[in-house]
């Protein structure tokens, strides 16, 4: 009996088979990799080798437009894949095509196939041997493509534009390969600018992020007199991704996943945008106070005008309130120009241009020659440029006396002030609130003074949201 029992378990134990251990998988995987890469680089060389002695003095060779931006690689070196360690990126890589061109499935298969083919081209290790299209899309004036190559647990993006309708063969002409690789994020973003008027403006910009993410645009935001932005939301696709074509890029985005906010901010991640006039187009000074140097003016109108388009703001054509020299405790005494612009709800856009560069700051989203701030038609207060901290006050003609209070309610600085004018020297990151008085010392008004204490890049909008 108990020799049956052993027989009839045997026989059930045959068709057994232990569960593969993930981890020797892996090892497994990696050695092949490995194997494959080194087997590459042999074979490279010597058909390298081979090639080169009837070519012998040749002038060179033939590359991929885009690619050939920097030296060809050598022999069996690619840019390295990054790991797929996030849930969100594997979201994004597991999202279907998108774009209008999805649906041309001859096309998707012709687009996989070519960059496949030329992923060594590409510094793209050939062992990502699986080639995926996440977006393709014909905007106004342009189409784009966003590849990803594969294996199981690494991935490496590639993106390609062109003119509208443009082939395969024109996208990969088209392709770039970035300077540093570029690790894999739930969120793309890219941009295309072209010459116009001796300046460049941006005639592509891209987001793309996982499918079923909700995407908006808004280029109706209005500063209030508090500082604060008032604006309305369009959607632009319910898809996760966003294409904008020429003149479309002065607008803020919102990506909305799992009913998250998971970013909101310019247009792009913030790549910017130039608008298509010259920064010497005159301006005109009337009214201003101070001594205005106008060609210093026109840039600091043209610099206003960006910014604003950067943030998707909506305002009256800037105008210059004061031109003059900065103090000596500012470094270089710099001339300088203060331009504002006003939305139709009270809130202005404020801006201070130096002649002459200030040492930068880190983390900073503004060229370091200008600072920008919020306010309101009657009352401007900016921070001034350079290490020594301090800010520059124009408020109404009458006013002589400034008090700069923190947010506790107590005055940690005073200065003078000259036909309304005047800079003080104090930490801007502890300015809350201003109050300003007149000859007689009679209290004029008193204003908040929002933004002083945030990054260069967020004063005239809100605050850029990253939350993957």
């Known amino acids: 009996m108990d020799d049956e029992i052993k027989q009839a378990l045997a026989r059930l134990a045959e068709p057994v088979v232990p569960r593969p251990d993930p981890y020797q998988r892996l090892l497994v995987r990696v050695r092949r990799r490995r194997q494959r890469r080194a087997a590459l680089t042999c074979v490279t060389g010597l058909m390298a080798v081979a090639m080169a002695l009837p070519l012998f003095g040749a002038a060179g060779r033939s590359t991929l437009t885009g690619v050939a931006s920097s030296p060809p690689p050598a022999a069996g070196t690619f840019q390295p894949a990054s790991w797929i360690d996030k849930p969100t990126v594997r979201q994004l890589l597991n999202s279907p095509t998108r774009g209008n061109l999805a649906g041309d499935k001859a096309l998707i298969a012709d687009i996989e196939r070519q960059y496949r083919k030329a992923r060594a081209e590409l510094l793209v290790d050939p062992a990502l041997d699986e080639v995926k299209v996440l977006l393709a899309h014909d905007a106004p004036g342009a189409r784009v493509v966003v590849v990803v190559f594969l294996d199981e647990s690494h991935g490496l993006l590639r993106h390609g534009s062109g003119q509208a309708g443009a082939s395969v063969r024109e996208l990969l002409n088209k392709t770039g390969t970035p300077v540093e690789p570029q690790p894999l994020e739930p969120l793309v973003f890219f941009g295309r600018r072209?010459?116009?008027?001796?300046?460049?403006?941006?005639?592509?910009?891209?987001?793309?992020?996982?499918?079923?993410?909700?995407?908006?645009?808004?280029?109706?935001?209005?500063?209030?007199?508090?500082?604060?932005?008032?604006?309305?939301?369009?959607?632009?696709?319910?898809?996760?991704?966003?294409?904008?074509?020429?003149?479309?890029?002065?607008?803020?985005?919102?990506?909305?996943?799992?009913?998250?906010?998971?970013?909101?901010?310019?247009?792009?991640?913030?790549?910017?945008?130039?608008?298509?006039?010259?920064?010497?187009?005159?301006?005109?000074?009337?009214?201003?106070?101070?001594?205005?140097?106008?060609?210093?003016?026109?840039?600091?109108?043209?610099d206003l005008r960006r910014e604003l388009d950067h943030h998707g703001l909506t305002g009256g054509s800037p105008e210059v309130i004061w031109g003059g020299r900065l103090p000596a405790w500012v470094a270089g005494a710099p001339v300088a120009a203060l331009v504002s612009s006003c939305s139709a709800d009270g809130g202005c856009a404020a801006l201070l241009k130096t002649e002459a560069k200030a040492p930068p700051r880190m983390g900073s989203g503004s060229p370091p020659d200008y600072w920008t701030a919020t306010g309101s038609p009657a009352l401007a207060v900016v921070q001034v440029p350079g290490k020594t901290g301090g800010v520059l006050v124009v408020g109404p003609e009458p006013a002589v006396r400034v008090e700069l209070l923190d947010g506790k309610g107590r005055t940690i600085a005073s200065g003078r002030l000259e036909t309304g004018v005047g800079a003080v020297r104090v930490d801007p990151r502890k300015v809350t609130k201003v109050k300003i008085f007149d000859r007689e010392g009679r209290f004029l008004r008193t204003e908040a003074t929002p933004r002083l204490d945030v990054n260069l890049g967020e004063r005239l909008g809100e605050p850029t949201v990253r939350a993957w």
Do not use: K
């Open 194 to 302: 072209m010459p116009v008027n001796g300046g460049h403006i941006a005639d592509l910009t891209v987001g793309l992020a996982p499918a079923g993410c909700l995407v908006e645009a808004s280029a109706d935001g209005r500063i209030q007199p508090d500082g604060s932005v008032r604006r309305t939301w369009q959607v632009v696709s319910a898809e996760g991704f966003v294409v904008r074509g020429a003149g479309r890029a002065a607008e803020r985005w919102r990506f909305t996943c799992d009913g998250a906010v998971r970013y909101a901010g310019p247009a792009g991640g913030g790549l910017g945008v130039i608008i298509p006039t010259e920064p010497g187009t005159p301006v005109s000074t009337a009214g201003a106070r101070g001594s205005v140097d106008a060609t210093l003016a026109a840039a600091a109108v043209h």
